[in-house]
């Protein structure tokens, strides 16, 4: 078994190994930002000076609210009523890296199988059949490609990769790019 994705592995290698206080003291702002550190590294990616970044929404008084978004672009917020930008930011980056820890099981890796279901569950929500999953003109067969051509890669890159896809579909430069017939391949510049 790959150890590397063993979810008690995960825990240890990100918690301190000394921590005396246990884990009502920990300083989840730092332990993001050495997750994704480490992350990138493994990728041998050169790490930036900040791979998370921190926006506070501007508040004279309480309950404060803080975002924090991840390298792939992915954003999470504070969940609890917080009386102190810290505590939001602190509660926001509590959030991040448990949904990261989450996202590096082997679980919320795209498979064959989680293709085939999440292909069938599109289309019984949807007036389409089966059939138009190998149809890529159609939203079905659409989803069916983009989940093929990411196989491997976790639920949270697939989600990213979504919603700049969307985004651009809003936008109008989907449209553009098949109207002038452009390749799905993206070049490298």
Excluded at 9 to 34: K, M, S
Excluded at 35 to 49: C, H
Excluded at 57 to 71: A, I, K, R
Excluded at 112 to 122: L, P, R
């Amino acid at each position: 078994m790959d150890r590397t994705l063993d979810p008690q592995l995960l825990v240890t290698q990100v918690l301190p190994q000394n921590d005396q206080h246990g884990a009502r003291d920990l300083n989840v702002v730092a332990l993001l930002q050495e997750f994704w550190e480490k992350k990138e590294k493994r990728k041998a990616i050169f790490p930036s000076e900040s791979l998370v970044a921190y926006e506070s929404v501007p508040s004279p008084d309480p309950p404060f609210v803080c975002y924090v978004t991840l390298p792939g672009g992915s954003c999470f917020g504070n969940f609890q009523c917080c009386t102190s930008r810290a505590e939001a930011r602190r509660d926001a980056a509590k959030v991040a890296l448990i949904n990261s820890l989450y996202n590096e099981l082997p679980n919320r890796r795209i498979t064959q199988e989680f293709i085939m279901k999440s292909v069938q569950e599109a289309v019984a929500s949807t007036s389409g059949n089966v059939d138009d999953a190998d149809d890529p003109s159609t939203s079905i067969g659409a989803y069916h490609y983009m989940l093929e051509a990411n196989i491997g890669k976790t639920m949270l890159e697939f989600q990213e990769l979504m919603i700049v896809f969307q985004l651009l579909h809003w936008n109008g430069s989907l449209k553009a790019l098949r109207d002038t017939k452009c390749s799905r391949q993206v070049s490298n510049i």
